[in-house]
Structure formats: structure tokens, C-alpha cells
């Protein structure tokens, strides 16, 4: 067997050995799910589907994840484009504070943001209290699809935000002076020049957003009360309150993979043959801003920071407050901690236990991915490349549910253990992890490794001795990126865990799902203390500047 | 026996390109041997065949009589230099040039003083302790010697070490490469696209074009008595002349023959010009009209527009009265050993 004209070596079993494991664990699940939604008892049904387009309490919710996404993703760009362009092309103090703040604010834990909402607007809420008590009035409810639509937003603007502030970088001033020495300036010139320039970057920020908003469950869970999404319905129904039907729930998730992936197919259509590499020789460099316009300038990149920030100072806050029977009363002290700290100590110990090994495994696997894919083209790489991807378009709900349908019965039992959790966090990010990587790794000069190999090192000991080193940085801020995302995720372990492996954001869901909210704000502190303590960690790393997601 | 012996190597890349077709060549102990070529030649092709970053598809590399194809490339103790310096950036300049002895055994006390006498060869004595990333092309490439150096290859191959470097700097450099290459007396192949960089630094000079060898020689050789027209036309300028009455008149007054169909040409250097009626006898004249005074400082370039062609006179060391204006009346004079012919298939009649 050869990999692209090379011989068979240590590189090529590692192929091997990825490839297996990718199609047992990764691809064999999915499988399995497909397998289950077009079967019943009887054999071959598709029995799932045609009860999901029966009932509108079934397509319905597919129609609502839709308006929902689709509300969503062009408010967050709408929202994003101006703060972006601003935050570009004006002085506004306290910019790379700003920066920080915004990424600190995407960073965290998506359902703290629910959380928090339903703490200020929520049926007992701060602001809906304040307005009953001193005007009488009846407050805006959070709950439903308008409270859907707002926490997403916010959740996702800083994600589009990040997108087009890094294709602002590339953007070289002479082509901005170009355009004007050609008499095509103001509007004219961002609509000709800017727009088609920062196209891609929009696109693929906005299939992000797109995918996060479409599988998003645990915001619907916390605050949708009767408006239901696609997620929420796959969940409900293979928890199953009344009867578990997997075979339905396997259709349903079968039907948003394909939603899913037509969305990343089409952006895949659109940019592939608009992309371009830029890199920009003189930046654009942020001019003084003056007058009324420059207030209103500041007054929206304030009030976004504002807006983004609240919720999570809520909670911080909220985490000391005293708590009666799980609800909020009056005075501040320390016992939400106290009381529940056997519970918090586990959920601690779980999220580091589990969440260092995912990690350690996701490094290493994207490491040897991004290698193999870039070093060693061939069909083997090729394939392992876009297995690699896969999870990608797969909401994390359906991970848990596919490796649940695939390890639940002999000969291999994984439900309920660590190793399961492990995997499905590792499964979860590795395209992120693999895609950063594989983007060091194309910067690293082949010839750096033929130097090793020429000095008379083995290909294991380039690989350790200089591949590795070389790269650490780039790897290792990716490793704490990928850190932060593994200890804020929910969905995808929300079907795999018992009490021995609960980490703290499962902690905090099921808290609030119990109606202890003093519990789950002094659980969302602390996971928040922990998201920014390795937020200011990677930002004090080397080669931790340039963030991407 | 040559040292290194590469008998009928051919590679070919996927189902039609053919990068290497055939190629046989011998370099001799502690010789500077230069693969020179436009891009796309198989120089650099060739090159790392010998390294063993990729394997030929037929043919024999045999290095001091033993069959080099059979060794992995990380036994092969050759040094290379690259194009793009390959330096380790996590290693500071001591460490990188040290670590091709740490899989040899070489004990500490040794590494020390081998690294540190090779550092002092390339002048980088002082910035032993400091990380190559901030230091310049020069100094990066400087590194990739001293760490190629150390290890006392039985082979070093140079991929264009020079050409990532500003034109002052390649030539400090490349006369380095030579004293140095010549001190250690390593046998050295080094590829090039730059014809003036092959003369300056060879003993000999391979020229490749499509795969195939097209000469071997020293660069006087080479230069002077070119055995192809793509050899002449890709190291130095050629004037080709036009077919015609004007030729044959010319090679007439020489006493020059070819069989039909040849195609004469001259270099620009071997001409000369004069006012027109005003030539010796031993050498042909035709008479033509300035279209075209380009001047270079120590050269000057005269195009002329004569019956057997536009013909380009390179006048060495100009004054002020050799300046010429466009339409002036002028002779160009042809000196007897200067045409060449070359048949149909580009081979040189006679050389």
C-alpha cells in the first residue's frame, strides 16, 4: 500500500489506525443512527419520517428552529457588520479591552446567557419584579421565541464579530486608497471594494452561527416553554417523558444533519470560488472620531459590551444572593457555595478529569490528522481528512444520541462511563482542533522536516524533536481554546452522563432544570471563573494573539 | 569509479509528467558540481533523489561504489541546505547546528567544539545562545551551512540556498560557499537557476532542460563553447540570425559552412561596431542602423537592425563617445570564430 508515491512507513499504520478509529467510533455511530431511523421492530420502516411530516407538533418545530436560525444569524450580522467596521476604522478607547471582553463574553457557557435572561426577565425575574413593584407594568417575557432569538444573538455576535475583525487585518489600505484615487469612496467603495473583499470571511461566519443557532438546545430547553425547536424535540423524545421512540428521534436528527449539511454544502458552493488570500503589507489604521457621530459610535460599541456582559454579571451576583427552597430572597452571603459544596467539588473534579483527557486525546489525534493530511496527501489522508469533518455539520445532541444507539449494547458497553464522556467531547471539537492545526501546519516549511531528516533523525524522532516543538505554540493556544469549548459543552454529553461523571455544565443544567437557582449561578461563577482565567492564560501566551475559532 | 555515480535516473510524477528522463552523471571527490536549469528542469528533482526525499522511478545513485537508492534518507549522512533555510525555530543557532550530532553519538565535549569551529566558519560565532527567528536571510542561511557542515556529510546538497537573498548579499555569500567548500573538501551539488551565480561558484556545471541533461562542463566550457543552442541561448545572450542573402554573404566573406538548415548565431560580446566602410579585413561586416542605445554602466547594448536580423552589440566599458542614436549608420563587425551553427535539433555543428 502507498500514500501519495510515498512508501509504506510509520506514517502510513498511523493512517491506518486513525482511519479505523474514525470509522468505529465516529462514523459507525452515525451510521447506526440511519440505520435506526429507517428501521422498527418489523424491519425496514420509515415509519420516524412519516410521523415527523404528519403533525404540526412534529414539523412544526423544524419550521420554528428554522425562523428562529434564520432571525438569528442576520441579526447577529447585522448587529456584528458596524461593531467590526467601527471597532476597525475608529480609535475607540479601550479597543483591545473591548476585543477581550467580546471574546470572553462568546466564550462562555451558551445556556448561562438563558440562565441569566430568565434571572432578569424571567416570571420572577429582577427587571420584571422592579417594573411590577414601581410602575406596575408588565414586563417583556423572555420565555418563547422572541427570548430565544435575543440570547442567541447575543451568544453568537461576538463569534461573527471575531470572523470579520480577522478579515479586516487583511484588508491593505492601498486598496482602500486605490478605490479612491479612482473617485470611488464612501458607500460606494464598501459596497464595490470592501463587501466583495470580506464576502468569504461573512459566509463562513454566518454558517457558524447558522449551525451553533440551528443545534442549539440548551437555550430553547431553558426558555422555550411552549415554542419548541428541532433539538428539544429530539431530546424530549429520546428521553421520552411518555414513550421512547428512538427510531423517531433517529429520524429527526437524520432530517437536521441534512438541514445542516445542505447549509454548509451551499456556503462551501458559494466560497469556494470567491476565496482569496490577502495579507495586508500596511493595515488599516483607526482614524480619531469627533462630534455627534463619534458619540453614536460609542454609544453602540458600549451598549453591545454592555448588553453582552450583563448576563453574566447577573449571575456572578445572582451566586451570592440567598436562596429559599432554590428561589431567589433577599440578602447576600456565601451559602449557595456552602451548602451544595460536596456537589460543586464533584462537578470540579469530573470537568477537569474528563475534560484534561478529551483534551489530550483531541490534541493528539488533530496533530497527526493535520500531519497526514498535509504532509501525506493520498485517497487514505483524503478520506480520514473529511471523516475528520464530519462532526461538524452533526449538532452535538446527535453525537451523544449516535454513540448511545451504537455502544449500548454487548459486545461493547460504553453508556454511562467515563470513556464514553471522553470521547464525545474529543469526537465534538476535534474538527475545530483539526482545522487550526492543519492551518500551522501548512505555514511549517516542509524542507524544516527534510533539514531533521537529513541530520540523520528518524521520522519519530522529527516528528517529537522538531514537528512538535515547533508548532507548540500555535498547538497549545489552540489546546486551551478547545479546553475552554470542551468545559462549556452540553449537549453532546447531555445523554451520556450519570451522577459519577457529571461535569459542571451538566451541573448546572440539571440545577436549573430542578429549580435550584442559587446553586446553578454559584456552579455558573465558578465555570465562568474557570472560562476566563484560561481566556487571560491563552491571551498571555505566545502565540495566543491571534485568536481564531 | 566516480564518487557519486547517478546512471539513467528517470522519474515521473503521476500518469504523464516525466521530471527526470534518463539522467546519468559522475561527480568526482571534493568537486563543487552545479544542476543548472529554468524551473520545471528536474534539477531540483534530481537533487532530492539523491537526498532521498523522493525515490527515482528507475535508474541507480551509487555513492562511494554502494548503492545509495537502498538507504532510508535518514541514513544517508548527506547535508542539505534549502531554499528556505529550514532552521529550526524553537532551537537557538548552537542547538540547531548541533542537532544532527546528537543521533551520531558525538560526545558533549565534542559537540561543542565541532559546533562552535563551525559557526566560527560562517561568522556566527557570537550569536550562538540567540533564536534564528529574528535574524536575517543571510544569517538563517548561514546557519543551514555551519548545521549541513558539522556532521562531516559524505555528500552536501545546495537547493538554491542563495536565491531568497538581496543580489549583494548572494554574491558575499556564494564566494563564502566556495572558500568554505573548499577548505572541507566535501564533494558538493548545488542547484541553480542563475547562470551567473553557476559560473562563479563551479568546478563543473550540469545544464538540464525537460528532463534531460544538455551538457556537462567546466563553466568556461559551458559559457564559451556551448554544445546546444539551449546552453547558449540559457547561460549568457544569443543573437540568431535571420536566414537569407545577408547571412550567406556574411559566412561567405568568413568561409564559413553548414549543412542546410542550420541556424547561425553569435553572442553579443564577440561584436563590435564601426562607422560604416571603416572594417579590417579579417572580419565580416553588416551594415545596419541603430534602433535602440541601452546603457549599463560597464556595458553599454547596442540593437541594430541589419539584413540578417536585429543583431544586439554589447560594447564593454563605454565613454561618452561611444554613445549612439537611433538611426544612426553603423557597421557590425563579425569576428571569424565567433558565429555557431546548430542543426534542426539543437545540437551544435562543429563546435
Request: glycine content about 8%; aromatic content about 8%.
Amino acid at each position: 500500500m502507498k500514500l501519495a508515491g510515498k512508501p509504506f512507513d510509520g506514517w502510513s499504520s498511523v493512517a491506518l489506525v486513525l482511519t479505523g478509529g474514525y470509522l468505529f467510533m465516529v462514523v459507525w455511530p452515525l451510521v447506526a443512527v440511519l440505520l435506526s431511523s429507517v428501521t422498527n421492530a418489523q424491519g425496514f420502516s420509515l415509519d420516524g419520517f412519516a410521523t415527523f411530516f404528519s403533525s404540526r407538533l412534529y414539523y412544526g418545530t423544524l419550521v420554528n428552529s428554522l425562523m428562529v436560525t434564520i432571525c438569528v444569524t442576520v441579526l447577529a450580522f447585522v448587529i456584528a457588520f458596524p461593531l467590526a467596521y467601527f471597532m476597525t476604522m475608529f480609535r475607540i478607547p479601550g479597543n483591545r479591552t473591548i476585543q477581550v471582553l467580546i471574546l470572553a463574553s462568546m466564550m462562555s457557557p451558551p445556556f448561562i446567557g438563558a440562565y441569566s435572561w430568565i434571572l432578569l426577565l424571567g416570571n420572577n425575574g429582577i427587571i420584571t419584579r422592579w417594573l411590577k413593584d414601581t410602575a406596575g407594568l408588565e414586563a417583556p417575557s423572555i420565555y418563547g421565541f422572541a427570548g430565544i432569538v435575543l440570547v442567541l444573538t447575543l451568544q453568537l455576535v461576538p463569534l461573527i464579530f471575531t470572523y470579520l475583525m480577522g478579515a479586516w487585518r487583511t484588508l491593505d489600505v492601498s486598496l482602500l486608497e486605490a478605490a479612491e484615487s479612482m473617485g470611488v469612496t464612501g458607500w460606494r467603495r464598501a459596497l464595490k471594494v470592501i463587501a466583495p473583499l470580506l464576502l468569504p470571511t461573512v459566509l463562513g461566519g454566518s454558517l457558524l452561527v447558522f449551525v451553533r443557532a440551528f443545534a442549539d438546545f440548551g437555550t430553547p430547553m431553558l426558555i422555550g416553554q411552549g415554542f419548541r425547536t428541532i433539538p428539544v424535540l429530539i431530546y424530549s423524545s429520546f428521553v421520552g417523558e411518555v414513550s421512547i421512540d428512538r427510531s423517531f428521534a433517529a429520524a429527526v436528527a437524520v432530517i437536521v444533519i441534512a438541514v445542516t449539511l445542505g447549509v454548509f454544502l451551499l456556503q462551501k458552493f458559494i466560497v469556494d470560488r470567491r476565496t482569496f488570500s490577502m495579507t495586508a503589507l500596511r493595515p488599516i489604521e483607526a482614524t480619531r472620531l469627533s462630534g455627534w457621530g463619534g458619540w453614536l459610535i460609542y454609544a453602540y460599541v458600549y451598549g453591545f459590551l454592555t448588553l453582552a456582559l450583563a448576563p453574566l454579571l447577573v449571575v456572578v451576583v445572582s451566586s451570592f444572593r440567598n436562596t429559599l427552597y432554590g428561589q431567589f430572597v433577599a440578602g447576600f452571603s456565601l451559602k449557595n457555595y456552602v451548602t451544595a459544596q460536596r456537589d460543586i467539588w464533584r462537578y470540579i473534579t469530573n470537568t477537569f478529569s474528563i475534560g484534561i483527557t478529551a483534551l489530550i486525546l483531541l490534541v493528539i489525534v488533530a496533530v497527526l490528522v493535520s500531519y497526514l493530511t498535509v504532509r501525506r496527501k493520498g485517497a487514505l489522508t483524503g478520506t480520514l481528512d473529511t471523516m475528520t469533518m464530519v462532526p461538524y455539520v452533526v449538532p452535538g445532541l446527535i453525537i451523544g444520541i449516535a454513540l448511545i444507539t451504537a455502544f449500548s449494547q454487548p459486545p461493547l458497553v460504553l453508556t454511562g462511563t467515563f470513556a464514553v464522556m471522553v470521547l464525545a467531547l474529543a469526537i465534538r471539537r476535534l474538527p475545530y482542533a483539526v482545522r487550526s492545526t492543519t492551518a500551522l501546519m501548512y505555514q511549517f516549511s516542509p524542507s524544516i522536516e527534510e533539514a531533521a531528516i537529513s541530520l540523520g533523525a528518524s521520522k519519530s524522532r522529527t516528528l517529537v524533536q522538531v514537528i512538535i516543538p515547533a508548532l507548540a505554540p500555535g498547538i497549545l493556544s489552540g489546546a486551551v481554546l478547545s479546553w475552554v469549548t470542551i468545559i462549556t459543552e452540553l449537549s453532546t454529553t447531555l445523554f451520556l452522563y450519570n451522577t459519577s461523571t457529571q461535569t459542571l455544565s451538566l451541573g448546572i443544567y440539571a440545577q436549573v432544570i430542578r429549580g435550584q437557582l442559587g446553586t446553578a449561578a454559584a456552579l455558573s461563577t465558578i465555570l465562568l471563573v474557570l472560562t476566563m482565567l484560561s481566556l487571560v492564560l491563552l491571551m498571555r501566551m505566545p502565540g495566543g494573539k491571534e485568536i481564531r475559532v | 569509479m566516480s564518487y557519486l555515480e547517478i546512471r539513467n535516473a528517470t522519474k515521473q510524477f503521476g500518469a504523464g509528467f516525466i521530471a527526470l528522463n534518463g539522467v546519468s552523471v559522475a561527480v568526482e571527490r571534493g568537486e563543487f558540481f552545479t544542476l543548472l536549469g529554468p524551473s520545471g528542469c528536474g534539477k531540483t528533482t534530481l537533487l532530492r533523489s539523491i537526498a532521498g526525499f523522493n525515490d527515482l522511478t528507475s535508474g541507480e545513485i551509487a555513492l562511494d561504489g554502494s548503492n545509495l537508492r537502498i538507504v532510508p534518507p535518514h541514513q544517508r549522512d548527506i547535508g542539505m541546505v534549502f531554499q528556505d533555510y529550514a532552521v529550526f525555530p524553537h532551537l537557538t543557532v548552537f542547538d540547531n547546528v548541533a542537532f544532527g550530532l546528537k543521533p551520531r553519538k558525538v560526545p558533549a565535549a565534542e559537540i561543542k567544539t565541532r559546533v562552535t569551529q563551525a559557526l566560527e566558519a560562517v561568522r556566527l560565532g557570537a550569536m550562538a545562545e540567540r533564536l534564528p527567528a529574528a535574524m536575517s536571510g543571510g544569517q538563517q542561511q548561514r546557519i543551514g551551512l555551519a548545521r549541513a557542515m558539522v556532521i562531516n556529510p559524505r555528500l552536501l546538497l545546495m537547493d538554491e540556498p542563495l536565491s531568497n537573498l538581496d543580489a549583494k548579499l548572494r554574491i558575499e555569500l556564494r564566494e563564502e560557499i566556495r572558500d568554505i567548500q573548499k577548505q572541507v573538501d566535501i564533494a558538493t551539488i548545488y542547484v541553480t537557476h542563475d547562470q551567473e551565480e553557476a559560473l562563479a561558484i563551479s568546478d563543473r556545471i550540469c545544464v538540464m532542460n525537460a528532463g534531460r541533461i544538455e551538457q556537462v562542463g567546466t563553466p568556461q566550457q559551458i559559457y564559451g563553447n556551448p554544445q546546444t543552442r539551449f546552453v547558449a541561448e540559457f547561460v549568457g545572450t544569443l543573437n540568431v540570425f535571420s536566414p537569407g542573402p545577408a547571412l550567406d554573404g556574411m559566412l561567405g566573406q568568413l568561409g564559413l559552412t553548414a549543412p542546410a538548415g542550420a541556424t547561425w548565431a553569435v553572442r553579443p560580446e564577440r561584436l563590435d561596431l564601426a562607422a560604416r566602410g571603416g572594417a579590417p579585413d579579417s572580419v565580416a561586416v553588416l551594415d545596419g542602423t541603430v534602433t535602440k542605445y541601452t546603457y549599463l554602466g560597464r556595458e553599454a547594448q547596442v540593437q541594430v537592425e541589419t539584413p540578417a536580423g536585429l543583431i544586439v552589440v554589447q560594447l564593454a566599458n563605454p565613454g561618452i563617445s561611444a554613445t549612439r542614436s537611433t538611426g544612426e549608420a553603423v557597421a557590425v563587425l563579425v569576428p571569424r570564430d565567433a558565429p555557431m551553427a546548430f542543426g534542426a535539433d539543437g545540437v551544435r555543428i562543429g563546435g
